[in-house]
């Protein structure tokens, strides 16, 4: 399972998109470059020029009304969006590039099974290899970095992708290519395939399948990947260098803010405004940064390597299938990441029958579940078993069917910091070594920070919170998100920016908080850590202009059941203890929550829900059973019999309690998928008998995805607030 995290820019930036220019790197950069000068936003650009007139000249004309794109993809419907900063020219790149290089880059974990190896003649011919632990040669994915084909390391590999392939067993690796800037197409892609044939070579000695390789990439590396994906087979069985004669074709791609076509003249009928005169489609082709597409002639020799260059030119009727991501914020005038170049590339390969899957990022809760998406993608291209159908929803709790938290490799993923942590490591809690975001959730640096972070709740090395103070004349009421994870991962850091954003615009106050995992203590460890996280928000809501009376939970899977659990229970509130905190209720406003579990009974599992959720083995670990537990045939006795019960939400619901809301996933509504919206209906049938409001959703029954539900389930919340 899955809970929500903050979207960090940085995250965005350096590990997903890993590429572009934009962010702390122009920021920087272009300050060494043009000092005085400011840059007002980090942008998805790979180099963002808006300087060449809107009119075309008849070459231009001539050029465009050649091109197989004509009049293809969809006009932006946003307003054209003008960046405030400066003009970038090929000086300011090439200094972003030294700066790229003195850049310091967070250490990934674990650290690359081989590091530098050199597979090609130039000195940036070199890549990392993460080598799978498996018995049978495993498949690889190449990671191609981003960076207008000119910025960007093979370091920028997105902690997320590293996880989730090593844990189904996939090797990575990840390459260096030369610049644009050092020399011009087909220079990255010629690198990028030579990669391709030498992991091919090695595959024996490195425990690879050759059989199974595939590409992905951000931006740039997208570009490469699908070109890979397209392109005619680039072995030479002839020569004389045994890495040459292997092929460089790919099992499928994945690519992230793709361009579908590097040719100026077709761009600038997918795109609106001026994407097509970016500088980095100039340098790509070795032109001077003052080419002008409307005035200077396009000659035969360049106008075949625009086309050659462009992945779309070279699909076929035996391309293999591709994975398209595109974000949001793209779709915006002049952007030379806009959503079209996916839509024009659907298009295509659907008239021929390939497999096209295209997502916009807000299709997902969360990054950690679009990387989710795109290597269960892979896996079902390589003939793996999925792990389970993720597509704009959060991550289930684990059943043993679909192992997902260390896959055999000793590695638990999450940390406060995102790092790997190892089984021992997380004995410890998780506050694991620092790193880059890596956490399932959604990541993003928030505009502000916490108005007070890490503040200790309770005795644990895990009580912790942060706390945003709305600003507001009046006590404030307050959102408190509790994170998914199955019980076993998961952080403070993983929260909707959805409900944060709506709750910090409507004067709420917005806390999220760690606990105990359960294999550090077993129920009722969770639940208890975080009623006295209540408790201790109640405690000091006179100092931190909190309204005591008015506190809501939210939370997604594990972190749902923990919220219900807390509507539901007898109020905690201990008046003779000698602990002010212990004084306070526990008791909420409402809760509204994702992907719920109605109970952690196994017993009344498996009447709920079809096939074997009952047997998740986060709830064996939950209450301290170990994984070879069988439910049919090991004894329940009177104390465990005892704590499933009182685990249960629904079984300390009483007419007093609070209104609950609660969304579900169409996707998940399989036999044997702990999320299954059955609990939602069982939680529903069980508060209609006492007359309780229960509000329950798909997220299908919304079109604007889950950003709309959770607006949906802030609106509702600020009803019970008493709010408007």
Known sequence: MLAMRKWRLEFVLAALVCSVVGGTLANEATAEVAQGEKVAEARFFVVDVSSPSSTAGADGAQNAADSPFQGSGDQAVAKPYKPSRPKQTLQWLLKAQQYDRKKARKTLSPPPTFVDVTYGPDAMNVLDLWQAK????????????????????????????????????????????????????????????RAVQFLRHHAKKWNLDPARVAADGPSAGAGIAVW??????????????????????????????????????????????????????????????TWDWDKDKVNPELDALLKDSSPIMHLAKDSPPVYVMHLQKDNVDDNIHHPNFGKVLKEAMDKMGIECVRHMDTDYETPALMIQDQVDFVKKHFGMTATAPTAAREAPMVSQQSPRIDGGQGIVPGGRNGSVRTPAQAAKGRRGPAGPPMEQGMVRKVQHPPTFADVKYGPGDADVLD????????????????????????????FSTVLFDECLAAGISFATIEYRLSQVAPYPAQMHDCARAVQFLRHNARKWNLDPERLASTGGSAGAGISVWLAFHDDMANPNSSDPVERESTRLTCALVTGLQSTYDPREIRKIVPGKAYDAAPIKQLFGLPESWNWATDRVDAALDARLKDASPVTHLTKDDVPVFVVSYQSMNVPGDPHHSNFAKHLKEQMDKVGLECVIRMDTDYPGGMAEAHRDMARWMKKHFGMK
């Open 228 to 289: 890979l994906a397209f392109h005619k087979d680039l072995a030479d069985s002839g020569s004389s260098d045994p890495v040459l004669r292997q092929s460089t074709r790919l099992s499928c791609a994945v690519a992230t803010q793709l361009q579908s076509t590097y040719d100026a003249r077709a761009v600038r009928t997918i795109v609106p405004g001026d994407a097509y005169a970016n500088l980095a489609l100039k340098i790509l082709f070795g032109l001077p940064e």
């Open 467 to 494: 706390l945003w103070q709305a600003k507001s004349d009046k006590p404030a009421p307050l959102l408190m998100a509790i994170h998914g994870g199955g019980f076993r991962q998961g952080s403070k850091d993983q």
């Open 134 to 193: 498996s018995r049978k040669p495993s498949p690889v994915l190449v990671f191609i970095h981003g960076g207008g084909f000119a910025l960007g390391d093979k370091r920028d590999v997105p902690p997320f992708l590293l996880r989730d392939c090593l844990s189904a067993g996939i090797s990575l690796a990840s390459v260096n290519y030369r610049f644009s800037t050092q020399a011009p197409y087909p220079a990255p892609m010629h690198d990028c395939a």
